[in-house]
């Protein structure tokens, strides 16, 4: 079992930066890989962001790259995402979540196997 407790989240105007955390405590070592996601009111979970736990690979929907930076601290368990120039259409529950399975730029969310509670962010225009 892998917990994941997400943080950082709150209401901003556009143009401004949050960064979220995500800590993972439990069977860590099982980790390949932690992702961000993020679900708006009505619509689908949609892929945010990707990193490999054990190399320097990430992976970004479009429609962040350029304004959103994934990053981990292995010493502390965590994922962060710096996100910068926030768009109202950035609003939206975000999660993280652990892969432990796959290695490659996975992007459904059926195949992430652990998640966490979800932070809200709100980016006002």
């Known amino acids: 079992q892998v917990q994941l407790v997400e943080s950082g989240g709150g209401l901003v105007q556009a143009g401004c930066s949050l960064r979220l955390s995500c800590v993972a405590s439990?069977?860590?070592?099982?980790?390949?890989?932690m992702g961000w996601f993020r679900q708006a009111p009505g619509k689908e979970r949609e892929f945010v962001a990707r990193?490999?736990?054990?190399?320097?690979?990430?992976y970004y929907t479009d429609s962040v790259k350029g304004r959103f930076t994934i990053s981990k601290d292995i010493a502390k368990n965590t994922v962060y995402l710096q996100m910068n120039s926030l768009k109202p259409e950035d609003t939206a529950v975000y999660y993280c979540?652990?892969?432990?399975?796959?290695?490659?730029?996975?992007?459904?969310?059926?195949?992430?196997?652990?998640w966490g509670q979800g932070t809200q962010v709100t980016v006002s225009s």
């Open positions: 990193i490999r736990w054990s190399a320097s690979l990430s």
């Open positions: 979540a652990a892969d432990i399975k796959g290695w490659g730029y996975r992007r459904q969310a059926s195949e992430y196997k652990y």
């Open positions: 439990g069977r860590t070592d099982s980790t390949n890989a």
